[in-house]
């Protein structure tokens, strides 16, 4: 039977390239956007068998919609892959509350978000993974990033916490923590700064993290729940 799968934030970077990679290898592959229509169209038109839905994250009764839908025409879902996310970068004297409640309402509230829907589902047929994107910011912290780097960490804690809720029913919920990985979300940052502490001496590419995906999503991994994979080329050690 066809497996299915659901990435929140699959319009562009790294979401978009998990998007793709699923499609490739033949699953039916769901994925939300915010404000790229245009882009989620095109990904829709040049990929098979993948389908987009515009939803802010955050929004809890869309994401409860969602999953119902997906749920309602294919009797499950096998994977999500809770990936949306944004940075509001200020040190903390600069950072305004709304900059601080949008970045904790998007990365983590919208994890909670469909994870409490999609997990109900797998839990009900002994079934499903979820991968949550985290950050080595939620891992060392960097400064600038109070915001992101509290979300993200909050993210790595939900995941451990969140495992040990469903193992017994044999689902699994895992964590990857990409370090700078090229994308929109980085395009402005100062690469000569953070290159002497990378120790592979680069920044990551989007296909670093969709391989950890895969991984974490096949049977090659079914001993694995709850932990957190760093992949940032050797950056926090
Ligand atoms: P990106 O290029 O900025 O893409 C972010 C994606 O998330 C877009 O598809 C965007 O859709 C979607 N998104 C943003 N806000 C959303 C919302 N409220 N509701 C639904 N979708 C939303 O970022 P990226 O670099 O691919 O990052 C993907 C994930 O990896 C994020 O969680 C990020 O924190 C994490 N990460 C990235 C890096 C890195 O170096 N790039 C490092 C560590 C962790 P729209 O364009 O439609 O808004």
Known sequence: MDKVVLI???????????????SSRGWIVYFTYNKSKVKAMKIEEENNNVYSFQADVSDYELAKNIIKTICEKHGKIDCLI?????TKDKTISFMDQKSWNSVIETNLNGTFNYSKFA???MCKRKSGVVINISSISGVIGIPGQTNYSASKAGIISLTRTLAKEVGAYGVRVNVISPGFINTEMTENINKEKFLPNITLGRFGET??????????SSDESLY?????LIVDGGLSI
């Open 224 to 228: 694995i729940t709850g932990q957190n």
């Open 119 to 121: 997990l109900k589902e």
């Open 207 to 216: 296909k670093d993290i969709t391989g950890v995906i895969r991984f974490l």
């Open 8 to 22: 929140t934030g699959g319009s562009q970077g790294i979401g978009e390239a998990i998007v793709k990679n699923f």
């Open 82 to 86: 809770n990936n949306a996310g944004i």
